[in-house]
């Protein structure tokens, strides 16, 4: 069975600039997290989908935006970046998400450096 | 107080010892509670789970749980060296449904 994917796994872009990162969980999982991790704040809930839909979102700016397709695979948009949002984003897939059935697995990761 | 707390160490283990996480939460309702392994460089990867209060063993991993006292721990028995890396304990907080991990410990098993 095939883990999470992540893609690019590694990106630089320049200040301003606007990415798109791609997820594709395990199969038959339906829910989509969104975490973003550097050294001072650990790992940073960012949003989360299910079915199409955002069921949570973190306190991000709303440069930060995602979507999920009907086939649970998910995007991320960070528009506008900054210097600060330099960063490991880790997507992590679970089967609902939700009550104690949401073990979730990470996929490895796309490293983005903003210069 | 923050939502999910731990050591942020280096916690030194000389091998072949037991190493001992330990993670403290706020939200009194919360009930699924992970345990999440990460090498440098690497995605955290799932160890353990608990819902209920009390031990939960798999292999060389033991998880404790006690709710009344918020805490969760993580036990390693027979430390290797293999078992150091960053260790990220995570919390469901019941209140929306969103998984809140704590900045983990960093645990080095001494050869």
């Known amino acids: 069975k095939a883990g999470v994917t992540q893609t690019p796994r590694y990106l630089i872009k320049t200040r301003g600039q606007q990415v798109t990162l791609s997820c594709s969980p395990i199969?038959?999982?339906?829910?989509v997290s969104w975490y973003q991790q550097t050294p001072g704040q650990g790992l940073q809930f960012l949003f989360e989908?299910?079915?199409?839909?955002?069921?949570n979102k973190g306190n991000f700016p709303g440069r930060f935006s995602g979507r999920q397709f009907s086939n649970s695979r998910s995007e991320m948009n960070v528009s506008t970046l900054e210097l600060g949002d330099s960063a490991l984003y880790l997507c992590?897939?679970?089967?609902?998400?939700?009550?104690?059935?949401?073990?979730?697995?990470f996929g490895p990761g796309t490293r983005l450096t903003v210069l | 107080q923050k939502e999910v707390e731990q050591n942020s160490g280096p916690l030194s283990v000389p091998e072949g010892a037991i190493a001992s996480l330990n993670c403290t939460y706020s939200?009194?309702?919360?009930?699924?509670f992970f345990w999440y392994r990460q090498y440098s460089g690497k995605s955290p990867e799932l160890i353990m789970f608990?819902?209920?209060?009390g031990d939960k063993e798999d292999g060389r991993f033991t998880a404790q749980l006690n709710k009344a006292s918020q805490y969760v721990s993580l036990l390693i028995r027979d430390s290797q060296p293999s078992d150091s890396a960053t260790y990220l304990c995570?919390?469901?907080?019941?209140?929306?449904?969103?998984?809140?991990f704590g900045k983990g410990t960093r645990l080095h098993i001494l050869p």
């Open positions: 939200d009194r309702g919360s009930q699924s």
């Open positions: 989908y299910f079915s199409e839909t955002q069921r």
């Open positions: 199969s038959g999982h339906r829910s």
């Open positions: 608990i819902y209920s209060n």
């Open positions: 992590a897939s679970s089967w609902d998400g939700t009550g104690l059935a949401d073990e979730q697995f």
């Open positions: 995570a919390v469901n907080r019941n209140r929306d449904d969103k998984i809140i």
